[in-house]
């Protein structure tokens, strides 16, 4: 069964974003804003929080916004490649059609969580925990998720190709309609994973088996 993800609750009323508040500071805290087609570069700042806003078109070049806290936050074709987010918090916040290639959120936690059409290329969920989330029609070739905690997650028709996913516990985790050739993962967290039957041959040589 899907898990009930609770969607951003975003009111109407919000406040375009002033463009004078850059750079962002540590422990700054915006809430209902919206902010679209603009370029941040170069932002560096710990623990900033937003609260319900969407960032639409928005891009985030050379930036490290560790510890970050959002609730009821959308992001709408945004790039957010390569930039660093670990040790975030992510609650009702919703990721559609969004480049993720490379993006770190290593040691994050993620709540009612939707990754929509996005592209997560080698992007770093590593000792992450995660709970009600979904990753919907993306791509996650190569994206790293070992030693994460993955309740309540579920993958649908995602390109998943050399995922690493060591230290996962996959027991109910349903990569069935997911795309891949092979997983970096332990047979011991295998048990109780759901994939398809044409899929079984990518762990055969976890199982030491030869399929001719």
């Known amino acids: 069964m899907k898990p009930k993800i609770e969607a951003p609750k975003i009111p109407d009323n919000l406040t375009p974003w002033d463009r004078d508040v850059f750079p962002l500071q540590p422990k700054d805290e915006f809430r209902l804003f919206s902010i679209s087609d603009m370029v941040l570069e170069g932002q560096e700042a710990a623990k900033v929080s937003f609260e319900k806003a969407v960032f639409k078109n928005v891009t985030v070049t050379d930036s490290s916004l560790t510890g970050l806290e959002l609730t009821d936050v959308v992001f709408d074709k945004c790039d957010l490649s390569n930039v660093c987010l670990t040790d975030s918090f992510f609650h009702r916040t919703e990721f559609r059609h969004c480049k993720l290639i490379g993006t770190d959120f290593t040691r ?36 790293d998720y070992s030693h994460s905690a993955l309740p309540k997650t579920w993958f649908t028709a995602c390109r998943i190709d050399q995922a690493n996913l060591s230290g996962c516990k996959l027991e109910g985790i349903d990569l069935s309609d997911c795309d891949f050739g092979g997983l970096m993962v332990e047979i011991e967290d295998l048990n109780g994973c759901i994939i398809a039957p044409h899929q079984a041959s990518s762990f055969a040589g976890l199982l030491g088996l030869i399929i001719k």
């Open 108 to 143: 994050s936690r993620f709540q009612n969580i939707r990754f929509a059409g996005c592209s997560g290329d080698y992007a770093s969920f590593r000792f992450c925990k995660f709970k009600q989330a979904a990753f919907e029609n993306s791509s996650l070739i190569s994206a």
